[in-house]
């Protein structure tokens, strides 16, 4: 019985951690993980899917004894070890080095095109 208390529980240890690292605002495992889909590699998605499949059965309870325990505890650690390795700083740094390059590539082939304009009309 304890077991499956704990399986409720790492479900919404889940849910937490999909709030804190990947902004997910809803309540179920099985909608914060469709909204997360492209975020999670396809490893931790088919493992965090697993424990989506099982958040209802787990709030019932005879059916919460047909759930493979080791399994989804398992595929809970997996997931919440990818979560948590998540550094939120490297990737807002990550995020902003990124339009950054964007930005200065822009640039540059607009002074380019600009030189090549320029050069065309006998300017330069």
Avoid: C
């Amino acid at each position: 019985m304890s077991d499956n208390i704990d399986i409720q529980t790492q479900i919404a240890q889940t849910v937490e951690l999909l709030r804190k690292k990947l902004g997910v605002k809803d309540t179920t495992l099985t909608t914060s993980i469709r909204k997360a889909k492209r975020r999670l590699p396809r490893r931790i998605y088919k493992q965090a899917l697993l424990l989506a499949r099982a958040e209802p059965l787990a709030d019932h309870p005879r059916l919460r004894l047909t759930l493979d325990a080791q399994k989804l505890a398992r595929a809970s650690e997996q997931v919440q070890e990818h979560l948590s390795g998540i550094n939120l700083a490297d990737r807002r740094l990550g995020w902003f080095l990124g339009m950054l390059g964007g930005l200065a590539f822009n640039l540059l082939a607009l002074s380019v095109l600009l030189l090549i304009f320029l050069r065309w009309q006998g300017f330069v």
